[in-house]
């Protein structure tokens, strides 16, 4: 079945930073990629997202492009912020309200 | 807009009762998903729910079932509590048709712990 694999966390830090963050796929057919991310105490928002291969997803500074050759779906934020802490999940969807979820990569900024 | 909001949000049960989980979805969103979040399996997709109609299910037992009213509100239900079902549980809802994949809006879920 569909998977998503994430960098192992937790990722820590300093302000001003360059983050990347990992993440691959595996699906049978063309998925969409999502990126989410979880502040503490509360539900998932989603971040950006890309629907087909070599779209770039942009949102609040953060970046990801959709890589079918390797298929990848990596996060990277140029200058990272004390708020930026938080959970962050790459997801996959195809052709349905249905996410699969990677495990998920805390990430803790240090001013 | 109001976005996606679930009720209750903390709730404390024993072992062996059953549980209602209720959600209201971004207004005109018709499609409405629920996940469970553990620390253990993370995020999992339980079922989703489009006009009443159950579209798409997760791997979970029969003891975990949902439904959808006409007005696109949805609930969840777990009969038999079991202390492995302590979690974050999560609604999403999304305008998407069938066929299609649009961004889901997650709420901010209900925190369910069972003693």
């Known amino acids: 079945g569909d998977s998503v694999t994430q960098m192992e966390g937790p990722v820590t830090l300093s302000e001003e930073a360059f983050l990347t963050i990992n993440c691959t796929y595996t699906?049978?057919?063309?998925?969409?990629l999502f990126w989410y991310v979880q502040y503490p105490g509360e539900g998932l928002q989603l971040l950006l997202k890309?629907?087909?291969?070599?779209d770039k997803g942009s949102n609040k500074g953060f970046e990801a492009t959709y890589r079918k050759e390797t298929t990848s779906f990596h996060l990277e934020k140029g200058s990272v912020q004390v708020s930026d802490s938080a959970v962050y999940f790459c997801?996959?969807?195809?052709?349905?309200?249905?996410?699969?979820f990677g495990q998920g990569t805390r990430l803790t900024i240090n001013p | 807009k109001a976005g996606v909001t679930q009720t209750p949000r903390y709730l404390i049960k024993t072992r062996g009762q059953q549980v209602t989980l209720s959600c209201s979805p971004i207004?005109?969103?018709?499609?409405v998903s629920w996940y469970q979040q553990t620390p253990g399996q993370g995020l999992q997709f339980l079922f989703e729910y489009f006009s009443e109609t159950q579209r798409n299910k997760g791997n979970f037992p029969g003891r975990f079932s949902g439904r959808q009213f006409s007005n696109s509100r949805s609930e969840m239900n777990v009969s038999t509590l079991e202390l492995g079902d302590s979690a974050l549980y999560l609604c999403?809802?999304?305008?998407?048709?069938?066929?299609?994949?649009?961004?889901?809006?997650f709420g901010p879920g209900t925190r369910l712990t069972v003693t």
């Open positions: 890309a629907t087909k291969a070599d």
């Open positions: 999403a809802s999304s305008s998407g048709t069938s066929g299609t994949t649009r961004e889901q809006y």
């Open positions: 699906a049978t057919g063309y998925p969409s």
């Open positions: 997801a996959l969807s195809q052709g349905a309200q249905k996410l699969v």
């Open positions: 207004s005109g969103h018709r499609s």
